[in-house]
């Protein structure tokens, strides 16, 4: 059974950094895609970012150029690393291994203005 757990969240003023983290357990981490997603109050769920297991990326427009997704095989931790925080990215992040549809169970991400 797959497990994912998400750290790293927290409040930052605008313009900040944070770095998430997710840790996987459970499944041959190498191999699977990763991504995370991240819902708004009152808003959708929306795709940030997808990691293929050969490394390819994707990111969602408004977030392109601010963050990058990055995995640590050896750790079965994968990584978002997010710059120049806004308010708009305000948001419960979750880690999800998109090959078995598993979901963490969310972080929150709070940017101040």
């Known amino acids: 059974q797959v497990r994912l757990v998400e750290s790293g969240g927290g409040l930052v003023q605008a313009g900040g950094s944070l770095r998430l983290s997710c840790a996987a357990s459970?499944?041959?981490?190498?191999?699977?895609?990763m991504g995370w997603y991240r819902q708004a109050p009152g808003k959708q769920r929306e795709l940030v970012a997808t990691?293929?297991?050969?490394?390819?990326?994707n990111y969602a427009y408004s977030v392109k150029g601010r963050f990058t997704i990055s995995r640590d095989n050896a750790k079965n931790t994968v990584y978002l690393q997010m710059n120049r925080l806004k308010p708009a990215d305000t948001a419960v992040y979750y880690c999800?291994?998109?090959?078995?549809?598993?979901w963490g169970q969310g972080i929150q991400v709070t940017v101040s203005s």
């Open positions: 459970g499944s041959i981490f190498s191999s699977n895609v």
């Open positions: 999800v291994q998109i090959t078995s549809g598993t």
């Open positions: 990691l293929s297991s050969g490394r390819s990326t």
